[in-house]
DNA sequence: AATGAATGAGCTTTCATTCAT
DNA sequence: GATGAATGAAAGCTCATTCAT
């Protein structure tokens, strides 16, 4: 009934005309649109980063992409619809960090410390975004169901290098590999977030020496220079 | 640290009146009084859990507890005062429940699946004002701090357990105790919050298995049936 | 997901908290509340009296009322409900006014003149709300009925008393009441419309004469001084 | 006349630009051009049918007529301006639809049956539009103008048609044929409106005999089989 | 002449906090 | 001490209109 943007519950009649909606699903038209729509998700992220998602305005991001603000809205449903898009960019360049190619010829350890340190690259410059998605995520479900999904994909995939490595005779057959790269993958996200994300002040060479050694000798790697578990207790003669 | 804009007073600026003030800082003077405070308190904590700490409104605590809105402000500062009175008795709580007395005659792995019990079971009934913390940490310095708090108590109280058992000779010498009680630390938590938090079904005794086990051989200690490390097949001598 | 009041659509979890709907339902609890009900009531009238539905703004009637802002919002859910209950209670007085007790003793064209005035001096004063109603209606179902309603029920009391008419043998008993309540109806309801509303000046003497006049020759009421409808055609004789 | 708060422009104050408004008050140029303005002026229409005044946005409109949105005002310069011309071409067939020629040799009460049939008629294609007109006549002088034409030109003609029958002998003759013509038009009218406007279900049969009587019988045409006013029983004579 | 992105004033509604009773 | 009404700053979103291409 009320014609103004306002009114927000108890409409009567119709909402926001649904015109409005189509042309942002529909997208920029025109290159300058689709560069304009960037430089506002830059914009964004960028003030997001600073200032947190429940401290954050619409009118921050407009003021720090310089553009009036209706033109937000020009792009974007709302401030959580922004939010989503950001933390999908993140969550996909996470992802595509992780499946790097794994170096040729590297012993058990070494790819564990490879692994590790891939997902501490891919973790460190997108480590603000991610603890604003576990804060979003306590009043999103979508942003849960994002967060939850990263983690099964980090779980599943170190799932599959633990089933290689037993499968290679490198690790203990008798670890449950889906339940232990659950805990190891807890150990390590958690230890990034701390580090990155809450700003405790790690020594980066400790954190992969000790995240590694975890790791390594949870599913049961041999030490270094030692014989491949299962086999007499020689390896230290 | 109130997310919200609102300078909420009627005048420009002002605050409370002095009686008012007064009678916040002196607390509740009479029996009844006090149990008014714990009653609004008590409320607060549900009311909480079951809406997370932005959308909970004074008024639906005091509508939970069954006062005036202005009782409330008789007991307590702010919004975010209740929340950090109902966060900090959670960390008590936490804490009292990570100190429970050694089990006396057990070996080194049973006392480490011990105290991961003990963790979960302090836990698990703390989990959603523990991830309200954790949220609510993202914007406000002082929850910040409580959670830091927590997780050092209980990594220092990890690392005074490792070094215990590297003295015993039962734990690998040569693991840097804080470095392991930081990141096992961090495995056991987010554990946790995965588990409790975010509502990720698992099963107990496998979870506790899979914790112990990667715990147990992270700081060397000796697979069940095996002598302690630094005995017979004396590999780390 | 937004806590702010603004974010209207997209919410994802709560709305408005439930607690103020649920203070509002109840109505004032005490009787300044009651009273500050009623001034703002009384505020909102006069401004849509003078502005329309459309032109009104929230600001304008708090203004009128000397209140703040947000007190409007703790006795009306939206400037839609607080027109919705000044319609209502237009709507009720006019009905109030056209069940006035008929004048005894007096002859069918006097008793048709004395309802027409009854409608009149009832429209009159809340002529201008009417015509918001009107204006409303295009865009609220529920005004709409509410003003079909208040039609509906003045037809029925003209079908009604078309009926009695002919019982008692003054009017053409081949009339359909229904239908022809119906027409006459309109006609007075538009002509009211017409000369209050629209502000086209008349005279009240001359309107009141030709909406009789018109109003009983249609139901074959007798002209002055002649006998009843049915009987021979010598009535002026 | 907007209804609408927000002053539009980009700038605090400008215009449009000098050659915008230009081409605006030139009209179109070439053929192609007058058929792009028929166009948007159709869908315009149709869309003031489907979601009323207030709730049109110019984007449905141009979604409507598959134009850019600046195309709109390339050839009108506001969205009351095309409510404008809309109303004022309903208007005008309306009025054309009233003058069609009258039936030859057509007794009186057949007369004024065709007449209604004629209103009804031109009503009903244009109910829609009509009722806009009177909500939006609420908020804008010139559409208030423009209704109360419409009703004088029709009450003009029914006062020359009511004229016209005295002078022939067949209206009474005391009857004041403006004051008359003035509640006939509006019974007529309403009905008209509450039939087609807010849609009201009624047999048009029922209808037409209805206010045919009445505006028969108002005038004082005789009966059908009865010889007419100031004849036999010349009562007004 | 056509396009579509940009503008920004303006409005509604919420809710933490105060204070008179 | 308790009550509940009052406050008002703030923020999200809409949409008529303009203007650079």
């Given at each position: 009934m009320s014609p103004r943007g306002g009114s927000p519950m108890g409409r009567v009649v119709s909402g926001p005309s649904a015109t409005q909606r189509e042309r942002r699903d529909a997208g920029p038209a025109t290159t300058k649109g689709r560069q304009r729509r960037t430089e506002i998700l830059a914009a964004a992220r960028r003030v997001f980063e600073e200032r947190g998602f429940v401290e954050t305005r619409v009118a921050d991001i407009v003021a720090a992409a310089q553009v009036a603000q209706g033109t937000f809205y020009t792009y974007f449903d709302s401030k959580d619809a922004v939010f989503a898009e950001v933390a999908q960019s993140v969550i996909d360049d996470m992802l595509a960090g992780l499946h790097a190619p794994r170096r040729p010829g590297a012993g058990p350890r070494q790819r564990v410390r490879d692994g590790l340190q891939r997902f501490i690259d891919a973790f460190r410059p997108n480590a603000v975004i991610i603890g604003l998605i576990e804060q979003v995520g306590t009043f999103t479900p979508e942003m849960r169901r994002l967060r939850l999904a990263l983690r099964e994909s980090f779980v599943a995939m170190s799932a599959r290098g633990i089933v290689r490595m037993q499968t290679e005779g490198h690790?203990?057959?008798?670890?449950?590999p889906l339940m232990t790269a659950e805990v190891l993958g807890a150990m390590v996200d958690q230890t990034c977030y701390v580090w990155?994300?809450?700003?405790?002040?790690?020594?980066a060479t400790e954190v992969l020496d000790s995240l590694s050694l975890v790791w390594s000798r949870a599913i049961g790697l041999?030490?270094?220079?030692e014989t491949p578990a299962g086999e007499p207790g020689d390896a230290a003669t």
């Open positions: 690790a203990d057959p008798d670890v449950d990155f994300s809450l700003g405790k002040e790690f020594d041999p030490e270094d220079g």
